[in-house]
T-cell receptor, first 116, second 112 residues
Framework: DVKVTQSSRYLVKRTGEKVFLECVQD?????MFWYRQDPGLGLRLIYF???????EKGDIPEGYSVSREKKERFSLILESASTNQTSMYLC???????????????FGEGSRLTVL | QQQVKQSPQSLIVQKGGISIINCAYE??????FPWYQQFPGKGPALLIA?????SEKKEGRFTISFNKSAKQFSLHIMDSQPGDSATYFC???????????FGKGNQVVVIP
């Protein structure tokens, strides 16, 4: 089974702190994504990566950065956390299109971040 | 802007009833339409998906109906069970690029 692991399920941080959210997948997937989930707003794409050291902005990248130094690991970074970044963060991965790809995204269980 | 719009926002259904969730999209280049199911405390998981070359796809009690001309697709949950209580997201993408545009989600509650 594909496993996407988000190491921190719950975090509480203070305004201005730097926050790292880690995500690891074990299926050798090329594509990895970070989403933010808020009630009434659904899933919004923050950043994604098609390959190591490659990143592309999603729909709401402001206030975030990412790092992908290894294929299996995709990190989301909040350089200076703010209260409006309190949210559930979901990591996902999938294989490249055209390689028996069903388009299925495999999600982690989420990291709930509270910024005080 | 919201590329995929879901309705209703929430739904309460009696056990054994039919749950219907609708989605509409604008981008005619979309060619892949999945539905994701999310239980509390879990990440979303793919439930069922359809491509526009068919008008309907059924997997067990779950059916997607697709209307290309109306740019709409819907999820039908037949014989709804309390275990189906979850949040459901519709989504769409184009060209197999895996960058899905998600709807805002529907919370479905099935009461015994």
């Amino acid at each position: 089974d594909v496993k996407v692991t988000q190491s921190s399920r719950y975090l509480v941080k203070r305004t201005g702190e730097k926050v790292f959210l880690e995500c690891v997948q074990d299926m050798d997937h090329e594509n990895m994504f970070w989403y933010r989930q808020d009630p009434g707003l659904g899933l919004r794409l923050i950043y994604f990566s098609y390959d190591v050291k490659m990143k592309e902005k999603g729909d709401i990248p402001e206030g975030y950065s990412v790092s992908r130094e290894k294929k299996e690991r995709f990190s989301l970074i909040l350089e200076s956390a703010s209260t409006n970044q309190t949210s559930m963060y979901l990591c996902a991965s999938t294989s490249l299109p055209g390689r028996a790809n069903t388009g299925e995204l495999f999600f982690g269980e989420g990291s709930r971040l509270t910024v005080l | 802007q919201q590329q995929v719009k879901q309705s209703p926002q929430s739904l309460i259904v009696q056990k054994g009833g039919i749950s219907i969730i609708n989605c509409a999209y604008e981008n005619t280049a979309f060619d892949y339409f999945p539905w994701y199911q999310q239980f509390p405390g879990k990440g979303p998981a793919l439930l069922i998906a359809i491509r526009p070359d068919v008008s309907e796809k059924k997997e067990g009690r779950f059916t997607i109906s697709f209307n290309k001309s109306a740019k709409q697709f819907s999820l039908h949950i037949m014989d709804s069970q309390p275990g189906d209580s979850a949040t459901y997201f519709c989504a769409a993408s184009k060209g197999g690029n895996n960058r899905l545009a998600f709807g805002k989600g529907n919370q479905v509650v099935v009461i015994p």
